[in-house]
DNA sequence: ACGATTATTGCGTTCTT
DNA sequence: AAGAAAACAATAATCGT
């Protein structure tokens, strides 16, 4: 079961310890002012470098007390601002993860995925400086690798070519992202599972649901004997479907050069899958 | 579209150094 | 123990039907 939002996480590894819901809420607290409920400040954020609590110096033209500043005051205070500004990104790897929590921020968005799975991104990619795993490898590729491995980490249905498609860089880097923290980290990443890839080709290649449930029954009472070992699932996922069309009456076919595309594995290797699937069934 | 054959790729094992 | 190499399995490419 996808989790999609409740869950506590070990804030050193991302390993989700505990999946009950939260009220991240503010409490109720203000008894005349309706428009202020809140009881603290801004949250904690891991997904920023700074975890949002960096104090700002603001550009008021008076003191807190609204007396017009002096020119002089006002020097002073732009000169505080600038080596403030400087002081808070000295470091190469402060700057690093800038550049990471934004990255990371822009993908999780661009995915359309949640705070919990952005911070948890987030997290990964601060232990894996810590543990200094960016050496010879690029920012953008462990912010892509950190992203996809939080998806990972909650059984969700996005493929590396999902994230990768949203970078610059090659393919083989974000992988190589990924592959890093995975074997570094140990992310307590579940194998994917065929049926978790049903929903997104159903979708878009505009599958009933009638045929998904049959092709995810297919799966589910397949034994695993048959199927070699280490396929890919989407192919699984793929094959299965075939047969659940080609079984169904009134179903369209869908030419196996189009679910080829939409799978990412050869129209040889959906074949390979649905023979398996028919030899199952007619034993 | 299918089946068969060949090429490629990725990966864990085993052999070296 | 780190790295090279031979070996294997899955997938992709290609061809003929």
């Known amino acids: 079961m996808v989790s999609t939002g409740h869950e506590r996480t070990c804030e050193q ?95 999780t968005a661009a995915l359309g995925l949640g705070n919990d799975l952005r911070n948890q991104a987030a997290r990964l990619f601060r232990r894996a400086q810590s543990e200094e795993l960016l050496k010879g490898r690029s920012v953008e590729a462990i912010a892509a690798g950190a992203v996809y491995g939080a998806c990972r980490c909650h059984g969700r249905p996005e493929t590396l070519a999902d994230v990768n498609q949203l970078t610059q860089i090659d393919r083989s880097r974000v992988k190589n992202g990924y592959q890093v923290l995975n074997r570094e980290l140990g992310l307590p990443a579940p194998p994917r599972e065929p049926d978790t890839f049903l929903p997104a080709i159903c979708s878009e290649l505009g599958l009933d649901a009638s045929v998904e449930r049959r092709a995810r029954q297919l799966i589910d009472t397949a034994p695993t004997a048959r199927v070699p070992h280490g396929a890919n699932p989407a192919g699984i996922a793929g094959g299965a479907l075939l047969v659940a069309i080609s079984e169904m009456c009134g179903v369209a076919e869908i030419p196996q050069t189009e679910m080829s595309d939409v799978v990412g594995v050869s129209a040889n290797t959906l074949r390979a899958r649905r023979d398996e699937f028919r030899s199952i069934e007619s034993a």
């Open 13 to 107: 590894c991302g390993l989700v310890v505990e999946s009950e819901q939260i009220d991240h809420g503010p409490e109720w607290r203000s008894f005349e002012d309706r428009d202020d409920q809140r009881r603290t400040g801004a949250p904690l954020t891991p997904a920023r470098h700074d975890r949002g609590l960096s104090t700002k110096i603001g550009t008021d033209r008076s003191d807190a007390n609204g007396n017009p500043l002096s020119d002089r005051k006002r020097r002073q205070l732009r000169r505080l601002r600038r080596e403030h500004g400087r002081a808070l990104r000295s470091t190469t790897s402060e700057q690093n993860l800038a550049l990471a929590m934004m990255e990371i921020r822009r993908l």
